[in-house]
């Protein structure tokens, strides 16, 4: 390879652009909802300076993804932070996209700082004081609690009815999906920080009932698969139920098929 051949057909560029958040952390909110749910870290509380709705900040913000998302696809990663490589075949068609972008940015820029102030003045009417605040802040907690849980429950949800899947197969089982469900059911309720009680029953019955048993101990046991089997199925549903969904139908071979008719 001729490197000076190479370096005569691509050069270094980056792009840097600067948008604020219009949020500020608020460590006092922060410190009550803590102490309202006995808790720590689980967040830190931001008040918004502009109103929910905010066209003007919303377009400076969309150019300014459009610009990086123009950035990223038109050059190619390079062994530095920040920086990547263009090839001087597409550099005329890039500077002048990029320089249409910049004006756009610009021009929506000017825009907001024109109508900045009364934005200002509507999220100040919009917030409508720290309870208004507090009350949007306990929502949020208790919906990235939620997230949080669902998350859980369908990471051992997807490893149990692979599990389930495969024990009930007649052909060559596959257990080293046993191990999955084993590493889950240690990992899993250490996560559990909201010690919610029907996440915590799931996680104790997946741990009692599918976790004790190896792949090895599994494989050579026609009658202990199909227990295990059958109570990694009950389980499936008690995680279905609590992610508020139907325990999706598995491609299985005969004998997990003939058991879901005989249920249905």
């Not at 600067?18 to 102490?35: C, H, L, M, P, Q």
């Not at 825009?111 to 900045?116: A, E, Q, R, S, W």
């Not at 599918?210 to 009950?234: C, F, I, P």
Request: proline share 3%; hydrophobic share 40%; net charge negative.
């Amino acid at each position: 390879m001729d490197i000076t051949s190479i370096q005569s057909k691509v050069m270094l560029c980056s792009v840097t652009i600067s948008t604020w958040i219009a949020r500020r952390y608020d460590g006092k909110v922060t410190e009550e909802v803590e102490n309202k749910r006995h808790t720590k870290g689980i967040g830190r509380f931001n008040k918004r300076l502009l109103p929910e709705h905010a066209p003007n900040f919303a377009e400076v913000v969309t150019l300014a993804v459009r610009i990086r998302s123009y950035f990223y696809d038109h050059t190619l990663k390079y062994d530095q932070l920040g920086v990547h490589l263009l090839p001087t075949m597409v550099y005329m068609d890039f500077a002048e996209k990029m320089r249409s972008l910049k004006d756009e940015f610009d021009l929506a820029v000017s825009v907001f700082l024109n109508d900045y102030l009364n934005l200002k003045e509507a999220a100040r009417e919009e917030l409508n004081g720290l309870t208004t605040l507090k009350s949007e802040l306990d929502q949020h907690v208790l919906a990235s609690i939620a997230t949080a849980n669902d998350d859980l429950v369908r990471r051992l949800y997807e490893a149990v009815s692979q599990m389930a899947n495969r024990l009930y197969a007649t052909g060559n089982v596959r257990l080293d999906v046993a191990n999955n469900v084993r590493e889950l059911c240690a990992l899993l309720p250490k996560l559990n920080f909201s010690n919610d009680p029907q996440l915590t029953h799931i996680l104790e019955q997946a741990k009692t009932h599918l976790a004790v048993h190896t792949g090895a101990e599994l494989k050579d046991s026609r009658v202990l698969r199909s227990q295990v089997a059958s109570k990694a199925q009950e389980i499936e549903g008690l995680m279905a139920a609590f992610m508020g969904m139907q325990p999706e139908p598995m491609e299985v071979e005969s004998d997990r098929s003939l058991q879901l008719r005989l249920v249905a």
